[in-house]
């Protein structure tokens, strides 16, 4: 029987997962339902699962309140007198079918992300509100902001700082005309405004967004909004919109050389691609930021590019959310690929690739896919409610997959399998939970190869843990099947 119910949006999942830490650390049972949720009466299973709890911890967030399966357990956990405990871990309001929330006290997490530790001001009162003591919590954070190590300090943007704004005193009206006239090694900071331009980075700068990214947007209709053609540049904090037709054939943020530090930007394209990256020796940091709503993938990897990908949100694209291809070799880190019209992350064509800590919830094909010799990396992944299945590995593609959770994928009227691997695929699976499919765990067939071991595939419907074919071979070791 739980203790604590925790309610939360899949994008929050990192924070979940570290207050079920915590609360664990005191020996408190924890529900959180990717963890235990088997077989097919989902709304049964949670709604058993709040009535044994005596508390839920709700996580609010602009993610969670918009979510209605959210709405619903806490709404059933009020009916049943459990007990709610708000942990805000954003400004979000609550919506009108749980306003009833506003009236209780909350802790505040509004300031802490999730990739740090929890601040013991989070911790203690979370902890009287459990009547238990919770360890490990760390001073709250300052509000400074964390500076980003260059590649060299020769490289580095340590000169004089200039302004852009429309309005009011300012060092220059636009960015391309800032850009022409300060120095190498400048700082230009960008009041809020609409910058309709299109901005090519020639030299070491730092481009940073001097108010609420919202409200500085910059804009192109016919020329990449973001074009990187120096050695090193940073830019921070800024929305960046891509507004032409998909026949300009233009993006966002256009990254064809160097090392781009890209920082809590919002970005989006109708045209083509949020990011493209490009050629080998370009090796962007991009990080925390929302690329969303373009026209066809969220980020485009191509030609031997690499680069590092960290807490970024692919959102609602036309194509995949993130598509590798063409001998690229990206790492990504605690991203989320949601709601794409296609896969959520897309490998192919000999491009390999570390993805860790990431998930893929809601995608239109298969949460995650390689095929044409691709060759990834995937540790501790989540492909989550995906629509065609979670995994699909084809065409001498291979793979290895460590310690991924892929549950619950395959919402149609067909039997869509957890993993399905054909034409020459040959990933290697290990320690993945592979649960709650309509079709069998791993659906293996038309010539594919692979090794599945020390897998858990109970909890599946049609044929159960394995469907293989006459012309298929799986190596399959110490797997829970039954």
């Given amino acids: 029987m739980p203790d604590v119910f925790i309610s939360y949006s899949r994008l929050n999942m990192d924070a979940a997962n570290a207050f079920a830490e915590l609360l664990r650390s005191a020996n408190l049972d924890v529900f959180i339902d990717y963890e235990r949720m088997q077989g097919d009466n989902f709304p049964a299973r949670i709604a058993q699962e709040i009535e044994n709890s005596r508390f839920l911890l709700f996580l609010v967030s602009k993610d969670s309140t918009a979510s209605k399966w959210v709405k619903r357990e806490v709404q059933y956990a009020d009916r049943k007198n459990i007990t709610t405990i708000v942990l805000r871990l954003d400004d979000a309001e609550l919506p009108h079918e749980i306003f009833f929330l506003g009236y209780l006290d909350y802790i505040d997490a509004t300031r802490w992300i999730a990739t740090a530790p929890i601040p013991a001001t989070v911790t203690d009162k979370l902890g009287r509100a459990l009547n238990v003591t919770l360890k490990g919590g760390a ?16 490289s580095a943007p340590t000169g004089p700082v200039f302004t852009v704004s429309k309005l009011g005193a300012a060092d220059f009206r636009s960015i391309t005309e ?99 990256v490009c050629n080998a020796g370009t090796n ?15 980020v485009l990897a191509y030609e031997k590019a690499s680069g590092t990908f960290e807490d970024c949100e692919m959102v609602g694209n036309g194509l995949s959310g993130i598509q590798v291809t063409e001998g690229a070799n990206p790492t990504l880190r605690r ?36 095929k044409t010799g691709a060759n990834p990396i995937l540790r501790r992944c989540r492909m989550v409610e995906n629509k065609t299945g979670g995994v699909l590995v084809s065409q001498n593609a291979a793979g290895i997959f460590e310690d991924c959770h892929i549950v ?75």
């Fill in 139 to 154: 001073p709250p954070p300052a509000p400074a902001p964390r500076p980003v190590a260059p590649p060299s300090a020769a």
């Fill in 284 to 298: 962007p940091v991009i990080r925390r930021c929302r690329i969303h709503n373009g026209n066809s993938a969220g």
């Fill in 335 to 370: 991203c989320r690929m949601v709601d794409n019209i296609a896969s959520g992350l897309l490998v192919l064509q000999n491009a390999t690739g570390i993805f860790e800590d990431c998930e893929m919830v809601g995608n239109g094909l298969s949460g995650f896919e390689a």
């Fill in 178 to 276: 800032a850009l022409a006239k300060v120095p190498e090694g400048a700082t230009i900071k960008v009041k809020p405004g609409l910058y309709r331009e299109s901005v090519k980075l020639t030299k070491a700068v730092e481009l940073i967004g001097d108010g609420h990214r919202e409200d500085i947007l910059i804009e192109s209709a016919d020329g990449n909004v973001l074009w990187m053609d120096t050695d090193f540049a940073a830019v921070r904090g800024l929305s960046l919109r891509q507004t032409g037709t998909p026949e300009a054939q233009k993006v966002a943020v256009y990254i064809p050389k160097g090392r781009l530090i890209l920082e809590d930007c919002d970005i989006t394209s109708s045209s083509l691609a949020g990011i493209q």
């Fill in 408 to 482: 619950n994928n395959g919402f149609s009227d067909k039997n869509y399998p957890g993993v399905e691997i054909r034409e020459a695929g040959n990933p290697t699976l290990r320690g993945c939970t592979i649960s709650v499919h309509k079709g069998p765990g791993i659906y293996a067939h038309t010539n594919a190869r692979g090794t599945v071991e020390h897998c858990d595939l109970r909890g599946n419907g049609l044929k159960g843990a394995f469907e293989i074919d006459a012309t298929s071979q799986l190596i399959r070791r110490n797997n829970q099947e039954a």
